[in-house]
């Protein structure tokens, strides 16, 4: 019998960021069970935005990512997965390789009409919604969504939500329970894959099913690599004149510029 195949997943992380900040994100991992045959890597962009808050933000979110990912199938990967809900890199990366990109944004929404007929965001501040409006847009999904419900509490995308589970989370479910009983939600997100640590305790306490957005990217990279799916070059096609040596260089003195954390 031929023994499994190994692959290596790369997961890009959208902010610079210590390897104490960095082992935060892995512990998304911890929450499902994972082939032993996948081995993710996970790696923090040399520079980028501050927070996902604006289109700004989103061009510069775009073109780190881009540039942490470009190179991943000549470095061995089998897949890179965005550790972001804005899925910012995710069509840039799928147009230059030929391994799956997978996003958990898109992705999360799309599985919540698997679950059910309507959808709610759980999110830490207003101030994000633009990133969940640009998802919609291009899903045209609006209808589908019942809400975006906001704790207004200052995001961390260093130390996520260590240290203030107490006062988030109450919150979080306060927010989740208006959600399905006066939105009409039937499936809630997680509106960041930084939301990741109050997952369980949610799922423990509401009547509908609750997306992980982080955890569920990992599970569809494991399905597409199982079953020999990658994106359609048709949707993506190649650019006729690839200019990456040009954006590692832009990144390169971008994090020379503003220092590493």
């Known amino acids: ?27 998304q991992l911890e ?16 520079a980028g935005p501050v927070n996902y808050a604006s289109h700004h933000d989103f061009v510069l979110a775009d073109a780190a990512n881009f540039e942490a990912g470009c190179k991943a199938q000549d470095e061995g990967f089998s897949a890179v997965c965005i550790d972001t809900m804005s899925d910012s890199g995710v069509a840039a990366l799928r ?18 009409l698997m679950l059910g007929n309507r959808f ?15 998802a919609l847009d291009e899903l045209g999904m609006h209808h589908k969504c019942a809400s975006v419900r906001s704790i207004e509490v200052p995001p961390d995308n260093q130390a996520l939500l260590s240290g203030k589970q107490e006062e988030v989370f109450p919150l979080l479910e306060q927010a989740a ?3 399905i009983e006066e939105d009409g939600a039937d499936v809630l997100i997680l509106g960041s894959t930084t939301m ?8 423990s306490r509401l009547p509908v099913p609750i997306i992980n957005p982080g955890p569920l990217s990992y599970k569809l990279v494991e399905s ?4 020999g799916l990658t994106q359609s070059r048709q949707a993506y ?25």
């Open 196 to 203: 990741h640590q109050s997952h369980a305790w949610l799922s």
């Open 31 to 46: 929450s499902i069970d994972v082939s032993p045959h996948l081995h993710f890597e996970f790696r923090a962009v040399k």
């Open 237 to 261: 096609p190649k650019p006729m004149h690839p200019r990456l040596e040009m954006l590692q260089a832009m990144m390169d003195a971008a994090q020379r510029s503003v220092g590493s954390p």
């Open 1 to 27: 019998m031929t023994s499994p195949k190994t692959h290596r997943v790369l997961v890009i992380v959208p902010f610079a960021m210590s390897p104490e900040n960095l082992a935060l994100r892995r512990e």
């Open 177 to 179: 329970r208006k959600a």
């Open 120 to 134: 709610s965001v759980l999110t830490m501040a207003k101030r994000w919604m633009p990133l969940y409006q640009k």
């Open 95 to 112: 147009s230059v390789l030929d391994i799956p990109v997978f996003g958990p944004g898109k992705a999360a929404m799309l599985t919540a």
């Open 224 to 227: 597409a690599l199982g079953l």
